[in-house]
């Protein structure tokens, strides 16, 4: 871990850069006045994330449009905090 001034990292910036980049420094840190204030790191790439598809496949029964819709008075209850429509 290289340490390097405020001025000197201002100066010698894309140097500072191209050892980040080429590997040859795995971080420097930037001080002012003696005390570390920043830190110079590279720079990784995120992770591509997959998307999972089917994850709650098997959990819910299935259900047509007018099952659905038919829940619509149980829950319009239970947000109004009444008792729900016996079936």
């Known amino acids: 871990m290289t340490t390097v001034n405020m001025l000197q990292a201002k100066t010698t910036l894309s140097r500072l850069v191209d050892a980040i980049e080429s590997g040859a ?8 006045n003696g ?34 819709q038919a829940m ?3 829950i319009e209850a239970m947000f109004l905090a009444e008792d729900p429509p016996r079936k």
């Open 72 to 74: 619509d008075a149980e």
């Open 25 to 32: 420094e795995s971080e420097i840190v930037i001080a002012r």
């Open 35 to 68: 005390k570390p204030a920043a830190k110079l790191v590279p720079l990784d790439a995120p992770g591509k994330k997959s998307i999972r598809f089917g994850l709650a496949e098997g959990k819910y029964p299935p259900m047509d449009f007018e099952a659905f």
